[in-house]
């Protein structure tokens, strides 16, 4: 069964075309994309920077609302929920972001951004407490590392408590919008390790965006490659990196040395 079902989503901003400028230019960030994700897989979402990555993770945990299409999260039309009924599906649909620094909140302890998830709930504290112990543990830190401030953490631990926040509340869906691109190469492998690792235990099922197409490849079971806003092709991991079909796909790979010019 499809855990998450994208039907023709699109998604546009209205800028300034310059700052003191009264004209508004309209940027279609993400344009008709549709697709699915089965239960327990991992779908890598790749194209580069600007092509309407993050705007689409957004689309789907509902920080951002589409101009037009659905998201069906298990067969629920989650777009027409209002955030109250969405309430209790927010758990079930959580996001991990690039940049730790700038989505942990700097006045918070690590346990309560970690605990954060679980206030919409009426948990009884001594309840939050164990599961916040267990989950510090399970990404790779210690009880100790609850007391701290996010910048009292290395980059690493950082993004290892941006991962124990989003699973703090059992989520089944995890949209994880570039989680290693900010780290240097040694910390991206470990944490690229503890997300398969967290992958088992929980069962989770991933969205995994990167702009990097080695770390894609070596997360992914099913690749969608996004241009300029749409998804121009998507296939078994294997199938995109050793016959893509579309121009774009050849492109990157071409650009990244992972096809041969035999190939071009
Ligand atoms: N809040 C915003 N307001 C206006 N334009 C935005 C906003 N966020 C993103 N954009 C624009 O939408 C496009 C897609 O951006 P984004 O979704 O962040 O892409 P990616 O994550 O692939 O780098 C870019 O052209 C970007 O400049
Ligand atoms: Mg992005």
Redesign the pocket.
């Known amino acids: 069964m499809a855990i998450l079902r994208l039907v023709n989503i699109s998604k546009s901003y209205e800028n300034k075309a310059r700052v003191f400028s009264a004209k508004v230019r309209k940027v279609e960030a993400v344009k008709s994309v549709s697709f699915s994700i089965k239960q327990g897989e991992t779908l890598g979402l790749v194209g580069e ?2 092509c309407g ?3 689409l ?1 957004k689309l789907i945990v509902k920080l951002l609302q589409p101009d037009s299409g659905d998201i069906f999260f298990k067969n629920i039309n989650i777009t027409q929920l209002k955030e109250k009924k969405f309430r209790s599906l927010r758990r079930k649909i959580q996001i991990v972001f ?1 940049d730790p620094y700038a989505s942990l909140s700097p006045r918070l302890k690590v346990k309560e951004i970690i605990a954060e998830p679980l206030s919409a709930f009426n948990y009884e504290k001594q309840y939050i407490l164990k599961r916040i112990q267990e989950i510090i543990t399970q990404v790779g830190l210690n009880s100790g590392h609850l007391e701290a401030f996010p910048h009292q953490l290395s980059g690493g631990q950082r993004q290892r408590v941006g991962i124990a926040r989003a699973l703090t509340s059992f989520p089944e869906l995890v949209i994880l ?2 989680p290693v691109s900010s780290l240097d190469l040694s910390t991206q492998a470990q944490i690229l390790n503890l997300l398969v690792s967290l992958q088992n235990i929980y069962k989770l099922t991933y969205l995994f ?1 990167s ?1 990097d197409l080695s770390v894609v490849r070596c997360m992914s079971d099913r690749v969608a490659v996004m241009y300029r806003g749409t998804i121009v092709e998507q296939a078994e991991a294997s199938q995109i990196y050793e016959w893509p079909v579309h121009p774009y796909t050849k492109k990157l790979l071409l650009s990244k040395c992972w096809l041969r010019t035999a190939q071009k």
């Open positions: 920077s600007g990555k993050s705007t993770s690039q919008d570039e965006i702009h």
